[in-house]
């Protein structure tokens, strides 16, 4: 699907008026992308190739979460 001119120049005008709501979401989006890639992707298929760090990342990861949970509550 084709964006239309003034699709692209209303996102433009949002991101330049609310750039940390957008690096935010790009953050998150970063991150939900790195938990669930499809084995198909580019991130998927390297995962693929380094399984057992991936493990390990997670796993640090959702300890690193965790303790952010816990020092923001």
Request: aromatic share 10%.
């Amino acid at each position: 699907m084709i964006a239309k001119k003034s699709q692209i120049k209303a996102s433009r005008k949002y991101e330049k008026e609310h750039p940390e709501r957008v690096t935010y979401t790009t953050a998150r989006r970063k991150a939900f992308n790195f938990i669930n890639a499809g084995k198909d992707s580019k991130v998927g298929k390297a995962i693929s190739l380094y399984r057992n760090e991936y493990v390990d990342d997670l796993k640090d990861l959702y300890s690193q979460v965790g303790a952010k949970i816990k020092q923001l509550e």
